[in-house]
């Protein structure tokens, strides 16, 4: 029997997921005015979004762990600013308004609360060079617009996987919902002592994809499963999101988490065992469990 596995660094350019390939396949390219009047009524939805996300308590809450988060950073020499910021999974804004609240939450996180000391202004990104970038083989015409018109740079999934550990620290890691391997590559992409304590990571929940998935999927997802034990989690899932809360589907299982303290031995002992990430993709079953 002959198994089909993928590298980690040729999974997402050649298998996006299959819904995302037919939604983009039958959509008719719009003519110059009706492509602008898109982009509109897109842009038009997302600030909706964005300031129905601004009247809950959620930015708030994140913003108080970014500052305890920070306030730890400083004592181990950091800088208490995000130097860039990294989305991974998103979906396209266009069509999807999770993908549109989670852009929203996203740009919140990126704001400290100095609006309420009247500098409205004011973010936690570094003042020089800041970098944000976005990949996600979903993203349309207008999504890439959107994104621009936000000051964050769409990267290429053929050629990203190389640059998830040249991102300056401290960083910022969106992953909201983004398929387990994608989470496992960019984990392995940054799997030393100094890369991972220089991110905070607003994502699924680490600790709840070692809980919940088979044994078999997680022997594939190795860096997932090691990070997750010297993972903390500043703001739990459940308290982002309830089954009675209007942002449930854009928020489940997404939690803010981070590496304070990780022993250089545990690094070099989790590399040395697990290598490289190579996926089996023969079982369908588990190539939707591991996201392909």
Not at 173 to 189: Q, T
């Amino acid at each position: 029997l002959q198994t089909s596995r993928r590298s980690s660094s040729d999974c997402w350019q050649q298998q996006p997921c299959r819904s995302q390939t037919r939604r983009r396949r039958h959509r008719k390219k719009p003519g110059a005015d009706e492509a602008t009047n898109l982009y509109q009524r897109v842009k038009m939805r997302f600030e909706e979004e964005q300031q129905l996300l601004s009247n809950s308590p959620l930015p708030a809450k994140l913003s108080k762990e970014l500052q305890k988060i920070f306030a730890s950073l400083q004592l181990s020499g950091a800088s208490i600013k995000f130097a860039s910021s990294i989305c991974l999974g998103l979906g396209s804004p266009t069509d999807s308004r999770d993908a549109r609240l989670q852009l929203a939450l996203w740009m919140s996180a990126l704001k400290d609360e100095a609006s309420e000391a009247g500098d409205s202004d004011k973010d936690v990104l570094a003042a020089s060079a800041p970098l944000l970038l976005a990949v996600d083989p979903a993203f349309t015409p207008e999504d890439e617009q959107l994104l621009s018109s936000l000051g964050v740079t769409v990267g290429d999934p053929t050629s990203a996987a190389s640059r998830y550990s040249a991102l300056p620290l401290p960083c910022l890691a969106f992953l909201p919902h983004a398929p387990n391997f994608v989470i496992n590559n960019f984990l392995y992409e940054n799997w030393s002592k100094s890369r991972l304590h220089g991110h905070v990571l607003l994502g699924n929940s680490l600790a709840s994809l070692r809980t919940n998935l088979s044994a078999p999927v997680l022997r594939q997802l190795g860096y997932i499963e090691s990070a997750a034990e010297v993972c903390v989690e500043a703001v739990s899932s459940s308290s982002l999101a309830n089954r009675a809360d209007e942002f449930f589907t854009a928020f489940n299982d997404i939690s803010l988490q981070w590496f304070p303290k990780i022993e250089k031995d545990f690094i070099g002992e989790v590399e040395s065992s697990l290598g490289e990430p190579v996926y089996d993709c023969a079982d369908d079953r588990l190539k939707d469990l591991l996201g392909f």
